[in-house]
């Protein structure tokens, strides 16, 4: 290892010389004998863009994204059937108009976030990622409502099981994806 000189500027160039990075030099092996990710091709063949965990995990996409869109089409269209689900009552054209504006907004944004990573494969990753925060979120607010509010009965606490197995689904695909090349520079 070498020092720099007066005015010499750190450099990628300075650095090889300087110290052996061998873990960091593309071509060579990494920490562990592993290649390391950010490297050209260090990316398993199944973790690629269009590999086999980015097709499933773009079909997820699809099926969640419709399944949304069903959910904020049947809040705009019939909001009463829709909190029905969950136990609420709309007593008032007030009730009703929240549950149109905020539920089916919400879930028909999702449904342009969700789609989209289902059909632009350099926007998968990022959606996953949202999907995931989403579902965490849902699934730690129904975990408090049960500390704070008690039980919520069993429709709300199917909501949970499925919200917390949804969050555990898209961290899982979120972590075997590959960064996109957007996202890796």
């Known amino acids: 290892m070498r020092c720099l000189g007066p005015g010499q500027i750190l450099t990628r160039q300075t650095i090889r010389g300087s110290i052996d990075l061998g873990s960091l030099v593309p071509g060579r092996e990494g920490l562990r004998g592993r290649r ?4 050209e091709g260090a990316v398993p063949a199944d973790r690629t863009h269009g590999g086999v965990r980015e097709r499933m995990t773009r079909g997820v996409l699809a099926v969640v994204g419709l399944l949304f869109l069903a959910l904020g089409t049947e809040a705009l269209v019939a909001p009463i059937r829709f909190a029905a689900r969950t136990g609420m009552v709309l007593p008032s054209a007030a009730a009703l108009a929240e549950v149109r504006a905020a539920y089916s907004g919400f879930f028909v944004v999702m449904t342009a976030l969700v789609l989209g990573g289902a059909w632009w494969p350099t926007r998968t990753r990022p959606a996953v990622g ?5 579902f965490t979120v849902f699934a730690l607010a ?6 704070m509010d008690g039980w919520p009965g069993e429709a709300g606490f199917r909501f949970l099981l499925v919200e917390a197995t949804g969050a555990l689904v ?5 972590r075997g994806l590959a960064p996109s090349p957007a996202e890796r520079s």
């Open 170 to 174: 898209a961290v899982a695909c979120w």
């Open 36 to 39: 390391v990710p950010w490297e």
């Open 130 to 134: 949202w999907l995931a925060l989403l």
């Open 142 to 147: 129904r975990m408090l409502s049960l500390v």
